[in-house]
């Protein structure tokens, strides 16, 4: 089966950094997905990673780990309008599923003044 | 940007209605997929599409139904709308990456 671990809830204040981590556990691995969604809109694509390693994109960076089915979303100088839910999603490799995207349940981040 | 469109993006209608949301993408993308999220709540998926006249079901059963006649088309339909249909449904289209369309958010009276 398919398995995505990310945590609930943040917060987090204005300015700093913060890290969302999502592990997964998944019948092979084809790339991992992060996902910015505001309450009642539709989900945006932020990044994506196939390689180990960091993926920076302005105040935004992901960084993967295979072999650790780890991934990390990083989000610097944090904005008010960063306040959304961040999901990671994970996309097995073709043999093994339906080569869908499993996404996780996200992470409701709230960004305080 | 993603081309990826939906209508209609709000939708109010009574019990027993037909319904269908139209959904586009003009990426000429082969993967389509319907999902359904209730607010705060996880995405699940409903249907997806490989190309054109493939239609599968997904993890979460739906009594609607979708068709894939073109690649740029994948409209679902609700053959008789009930409250327990209320939500909200995005289309979403893929190539290397998966974009999402803005959404019907759907209330069944």
């Known amino acids: 089966g398919q398995n995505i671990d990310q945590p609930t809830e943040m917060t987090a204040t204005e300015g700093a950094i913060v890290q969302i981590n999502c592990t997964y556990q998944?019948?092979?691995?084809?790339?991992l997905f992060w996902y910015q969604q505001h309450a009642g809109e539709a989900p945006t694509f932020l990044s994506y990673?196939?390689?180990?390693g960091l993926e920076e994109k302005g105040r935004f960076s992901s960084f993967l780990s295979r072999s650790k089915g780890y991934s990390y979303l990083l989000l610097k100088e944090l904005q008010m309008k960063d306040s959304a839910s961040y999901l990671c999603a994970v996309r097995p490799t073709p043999q093994t599923g339906a080569n869908n995207l499993f996404f996780g349940t996200g992470t409701r981040l709230t960004v305080i003044p | 940007e993603a081309d990826i469109y939906q209508t209609p993006r709000y939708l109010v209608i009574g019990t027993g209605k037909k319904i269908t949301l139209e959904c586009s993408q003009t990426m000429g993308h082969d993967k389509m997929y319907w999902y359904q999220q209730d607010p705060g709540m996880e995405l699940h998926l409903i249907h997806y599409?490989?190309?054109?006249?493939?239609?599968e079901k997904g993890d979460l059963s739906s009594e609607s139904t979708v068709s894939r006649i073109r690649t740029e088309h994948f409209p679902l339909t609700l053959e008789s709308a009930r409250p327990s249909h209320t939500s909200q449904y995005l289309c979403?289209?893929?190539?290397?990456?998966?974009?999402f369309g803005p959404g019907t958010r759907l209330t069944v009276t």
């Open positions: 990673n196939v390689l180990d």
């Open positions: 979403a289209s893929r190539g290397n990456e998966q974009y």
């Open positions: 599409s490989y190309g054109v006249n493939s239609t």
């Open positions: 998944t019948s092979g691995f084809n790339g």
